[in-house]
T-cell receptor
Framework: TQLLEQSPQFLSIQEGENLTVYCNSS?????LQWYRQEPGEGPVLLVT?????EVKKLKRLTFQFGDARKDSSLHITAAQPGDTGLYLC??????????FGQGTILTVHP | DTEVTQTPKHLVMGMTNKKSLKCEQH?????MYWYKQKAKKPPELMFV???????INESVPSRFSPECPNSSLLNLHLHALQPEDSALYLC????????????FGPGTRLTVT
């Protein structure tokens, strides 16, 4: 069974601070996705990383995929209240099942 | 357009009711998924359809019955549910089963009384 350990589970910060969320596994994934979910809504796909060592930037968000394709990180610079939500990493497999991390609940206070 | 739509948004049903959840996508995706999500937890896979055929059933109780009438539509028929089945039910789609990028709908908030 492939597992993804996501940390931290909870993060409460002030507007303007930086933060990093980690997603680690002992298994190799074909890709890693990061989703953001607001209460009562479905997860929204933020990014997919596929190549080991890959770095992608989406405005203030920076995503990294580990060289061995077993881990990933999400870094947010100068967090804003609109960044508040549940962040989920998910590892892709060849047969269509996504392995989800346990999620990080981020609260950014004004 | 990466939109998956779901109806209804909210549903309250008694344990003896029969109801259906609907999901639709027009992205030409050939894989569609049902997930169940409890509060502040990750989604749990229930069913996968690939090219309109049931591909994966994650040992879901028979009171949940999926149906894929065509490549754009996915239904989840509900009957004799239990209060612990109350959750957010999410539909997702991807280009094919095995394509990693899944696009989720907004979900149906189900309450079983």
């Amino acid at each position: 069974t492939q597992l993804l350990e996501q940390s931290p589970q909870f993060l409460s910060i002030q507007e303007g601070e930086n933060l990093t969320v980690y997603c680690n596994s002992s298994s190799v994934f074909s890709s890693l996705q990061w989703y953001r979910q607001e209460p009562g809504e479905g997860p929204v796909l933020l990014v997919t990383v596929v190549t080991g060592g890959e770095v992608k930037k989406l405005k203030r968000l920076t995503f990294q995929f580990g060289d061995a394709r077993k881990d990933s990180s999400l870094h947010i610079t100068a967090a804003q209240p609109g960044d508040t939500g549940l962040y989920l990493c998910a590892g892709g497999t060849s047969y269509g099942k996504l392995t989800f991390g346990q999620g990080t609940i981020l609260t950014v206070h004004p | 357009d990466t939109e998956v739509t779901q109806t209804p948004k909210h549903l309250v049903m008694g344990m003896t009711n029969k109801k259906s959840l609907k999901c639709e996508q027009h992205m030409g995706h050939r894989a569609m998924y049902w997930y169940k999500q409890k509060a502040k937890k990750p989604p749990e896979l229930m069913f996968v359809y690939s090219y309109e055929k049931l591909s994966i059933n994650e040992s879901v109780p028979s009171r949940f019955s999926p149906e894929c009438p065509n490549s754009s539509l996915l239904n989840l028929h509900l009957h004799a549910l239990q209060p612990e089945d109350s959750a957010l039910y999410l539909c997702a789609s991807s280009l094919t089963q095995g394509a990693d990028e899944q696009y989720f709908g907004p979900g149906t908030r189900l309450t079983v009384t």
